[in-house]
């Protein structure tokens, strides 16, 4: 469905819930990352780009404290609530992300004082592609825009982050906010987790004759939900043994030498890790500036080896579809976002994308895996007032 679609069909579905139009609609983009993974805590570079995959609502201010909220997407009632009663962690269902944005927002002063939103989404969710970010972003924007908040769109991601930090209670770091804020069309973004800088880089994919598949491998393993906090407290860990205070403090020259004052291999894989693919953003950025995206191929698979056999995130599918993919004459590809299932991320030369398409696909019919969805990631814009 395209943008325009999902405008007609949320303004029509605003109405017809609340009676009035809504005041105005906007749209925030799902992300994926092409390199840099488990560096945004280590306050080390990421680099996502949005996905035409977006969510889009429909919102009307409110002066009487009630905030109404439905989404088209998820059978049920309209959820409503009073501004001055949320409270963090009470609310599990998924009105717990624009919820979470009210709150922030009032948290820190400003003056929102209810709101009717209903929303729908196009981004996958639970495939790692950050559907709840969508919501997050497409929320605060809406919020800002009518409440003229001034917010630039760092900001606004600052304020979905802790949306989903506090309010909902996922740890999560910056990268998906600021991904959805912040993208524009054409363009990979560098975020440095430090100083949340950010820069367009240039990646345009079709006018090269390219194409980035995503292939959501469908599958999320439950071993995933204690090895993020796992991997962050040995990033840690190597961080204090090694006397720096994030891992982004230590220079990629000097790995080799900080490894070997590891106590142990563990450790060591993770910083190896770590410092590797902050490098490895470099590698990428540098190529892309050059105007080589075929050239980042090799990178992207050397940063799927070093999650697979030192980070330890990936899984049976994923490795699959990485390994498919390049025998079937991809450029190259790798895992993205937290792991253990969720998609990887393939470059293709555009005329390949269906022979490599159609051998993941077999591959995982052959496994006895579950279909994947295989569909191109075209660089597009992040969030946006769209009516
Ligand atoms: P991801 O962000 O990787 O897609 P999450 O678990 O972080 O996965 O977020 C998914 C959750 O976001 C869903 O379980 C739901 O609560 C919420 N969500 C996403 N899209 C929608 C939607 N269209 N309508 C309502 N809730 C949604
Ligand atoms: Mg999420």
Known sequence: MGTQEAVQQVRGGFE???????????????????IGEYTDFNEGFVMPLALPHTAVAAVSRRDDGVLRLHSADIEGPVVELHVDALAPLTNTSWAAYPAGVVWVLREAGHAVTGADIHLASTVPTGAGLSSSAALEV?????LNDLYELGLTGPELARVAQRAENDFVGVPCGIMDQTASACCTEGNALHLDCRDLSIRQVPFDLPAQGLQLLVVDSRVKHALGDGAYAERREGCEEGARQLGVPFLRDLAYEDLDAALARLSDERLRRYVRHVVSDDHRVEEVIALLDAGDIRGIGPVLTAGHASLRDDLRISCPELDLAVATANQAGALGARMTGGGFGGSAVVLVEAADADTVTKAVEEAFAAAGYTAPRVFPAVPSEGARRVG
Do not use: D, H
């Open 16 to 34: 017809k819930l609340y009676g009035t139009p809504p005041e105005g609609i906007w749209a925030a983009p799902g992300r994926v990352n092409l």
């Open 138 to 142: 497409v929320t605060a924007l809406a």
